[in-house]
């Protein structure tokens, strides 16, 4: 069955970055667009960021533009979201998932705080 496992999550003071990764399996990865997902304590769960499946064409939400870096390794089966100039409004569950199919990982929680 499909398997996603997020990582890399941690606490960050403003102005840091963490590198998250997303391990799957269970499907052909390399066939599949992937993305990632957040969501804040109280808020709905926002789309952040979703990658093609060769990784040649990404798109990201206005607020994480020109601080977030999506990509992927497809001979790994492996995503990654490169989380530079954190802000306190980035805190919040961080999740993969592989676009058309229903699953979810457990998440990873980035904290920005000084």
């Known amino acids: 069955q499909v398997q996603l496992v997020e990582s890399g999550g941690g606490l960050v003071q403003p102005g840091g970055s963490l590198r998250l990764s997303c391990a799957a399996s269970g499907f052909k990865f390399s066939t599949v667009p992937m993305s990632w997902y957040r969501q804040a304590p109280g808020k709905a769960r926002e789309l952040v960021a979703t990658?093609?499946?060769?990784?040649?064409?990404?798109n990201y939400a206005d607020s994480v533009k020109g601080r977030f870096t999506i990509s992927r390794d497809n001979a790994k089966s492996t995503m990654y979201l490169q989380l530079n100039s954190l802000k306190p409004e980035d805190t919040a569950l961080y999740y993969c998932r592989a676009v058309g199919l229903p699953a979810w990982g457990q998440g990873t929680q980035v904290t920005v705080s000084s």
């Open positions: 990658i093609s499946s060769t990784g040649g064409g990404t």
